[in-house]
């Protein structure tokens, strides 16, 4: 049941964030205008899963100990010096277009792996909490997305190939659910992957995600309507838990 979950989610995912840059992919003019806007949305989603769900569940579950928060900052840390080095190799490769693409996808790759972690890390946890964070890395992913779909047509990629090469990236979701599947029934196992999930969502939204939005010289109330209706969504399933198991 948990496994079935786990894939089921991360396809959908998959097919989601594939389908919000499609939609956008040959409207750059209104996809320049709403980026902003989804990435506030999808950035109050992301702590407000963390914050309101994802460490309530474990702490629930598992209590809080100086282990756990040395795992959620190791995870935080590690999620750093990683995009450090898929950001130094993309700096050194050759001048060419074509290759800094391809270091792009290899990048968004390894990102999918750790979101296919996260996914079926919350659904070893429980449903409610693989729900959680299921909504979460779609809010993430659908404005990554779209940013990925840019940078490959910029790089030499034609649209319907920067399309068809992002969903297929999208497999190392898989890969990454698969590991934590194959090793669900060791509590000590799932004692660690949560904070590890945590870990990454909080990198994710503090680094990723924070500085993008304060880029942005649009209109403060929008970007914080948006901001806390992210927020809001989790909160939402608070209140609709009891059918969610």
């Not at 992002?166 to 000590?188: E, R, T, Y």
């Amino acid at each position: 049941m948990v496994a079935a979950l786990a894939v089921t989610a991360i396809i959908l995912t998959s097919l989601l964030a594939t389908l919000g840059a499609f939609l956008l992919a040959f409207n750059p003019e209104k996809r320049e205008a709403i980026l902003p806007y989804l990435i506030a949305l999808s950035t109050g989603a992301i702590f407000g899963g963390v914050f309101i769900h994802l460490i309530f569940k474990y702490i629930n579950k598992y209590g809080f100990t100086r282990l756990t928060g040395l795992t959620i900052a190791s995870t935080i840390g590690g999620m750093l010096f990683l995009e450090k080095i898929i950001h130094w190799h993309c700096h050194h490769s050759e001048s060419d277009k074509e290759p800094f693409s391809y270091m792009v996808l290899f990048g968004d790759a390894i990102h999918n792996i750790f979101d296919g972690i996260i996914i079926a890390s919350g659904f070893v946890i429980s449903t409610q909490a693989g729900i959680v964070a299921t909504i979460g890395i779609i809010l993430h992913k659908i404005p990554k997305e779209i940013g990925d779909f840019a940078t490959l047509v910029t790089g030499g990629f034609s649209e319907r190939e920067a399309l068809l090469f992002n969903f297929g990236v999208g497999v190392f979701m898989l890969l990454g659910g698969g590991v934590v599947l194959l090793f669900q029934g060791s509590a000590v196992v799932e004692s660690v992957l949560l904070p590890v999930a945590i870990g990454s969502l909080i990198y994710i939204g503090g680094t990723d995600l924070f500085p993008e939005i304060k880029e942005h010289h649009l209109n403060n109330f929008y970007l914080a309507v948006s901001f806390f209706t992210g927020v809001a969504v989790m909160y939402a399933i608070v209140l609709i838990k009891p059918a969610l198991g």
